[in-house]
């Protein structure tokens, strides 16, 4: 199986502020990387894909990037909604595989 | 606007099936992959198995011998089973769509709380 690690495992913040989350992979995976959101209760929304593509209607203060084994993503200025647990996921081979989260909350 | 609905008991014995079905609105099950996914509480993401639009199926290695993933055409169904279960279990269960061919899941049932215990 192939690992994600995910850090920090949590982060505190205030509204404005650039936050970056780091995933590894234990191998290469070229750029099968996606990200995503999820609220407490709540299933998880897609953010990013294939490393860095933005789904369908989310807004460009997120951005990812990274290939191979390292991956970053990145909200580029912190709003209220933004709130919640993010995950990482690999699908570079028929096993997808998920990171084990980064909650970010109000500092 | 592509609606996933899970539904299923919400308490099953151990020992016993799991049995959950995902009903699909606004997009024809025909047309697209479709995977399970679920959630211990408090825990992260696991990936449960695939059924592709043609029917074929891929499973986690970690569960393929007690799950099984079906689908209904004529009721725009597909449905998950899982034998044996014990309390590690007990999950938030979610039914997914694919992004394309990729497996990458960008519609989310709002998912269905399964607990398992006697």
């Known amino acids: 199986d192939i690992q994600m690690t995910q850090s920090p495992s949590s982060l505190s913040a205030s509204v404005g502020d650039r936050v970056t989350i780091t995933c590894q992979a234990t191998q290469d995976i070229s750029k099968s990387v996606s990200w995503y959101q999820q609220k407490p209760g709540k299933a998880p929304k897609l953010l990013i894909y294939d490393a860095s593509i933005l789904a369908t209607g989310v807004p460009s203060r997120f951005s990812g990037y990274g290939s191979g084994t390292e991956f ?26 998920f990171g084990p989260g980064t909650k970010v909350d109000i500092k | 606007q592509v609606l996933l609905q899970e539904s299923g008991p919400g308490l099953v014995k151990p020992s016993e099936t799991l049995s959950l079905t995902c009903s699909i609105s606004g997009a024809s099950i025909s047309r697209f992959h479709w995977s399970w996914i679920r959630q211990p509480p408090g825990k992260g993401l696991e990936w449960i198995g695939f059924l592709s639009y043609s029917g074929n199926t891929n499973y986690n290695p970690s569960l393929q011998s007690r799950v099984t993933i079906s689908v209904d055409t004529s009721k725009n169904q597909f449905s998950l089973k899982l034998t044996s279960v014990t309390a590690a279990d007990t999950a938030v269960y979610f039914c997914t769509r694919h992004l394309g061919v990729l497996y990458a899941f960008d519609i989310w049932g709002q998912g269905t709380v399964v607990t398992v215990s006697s």
């Open chain 1, 72 to 97: 970053s993503f990145t909200i580029s200025s912190l709003q209220p909604e933004d709130f919640a647990t993010y995950y990482c996921q690999q699908y570079d081979n028929f096993t997808p595989t």
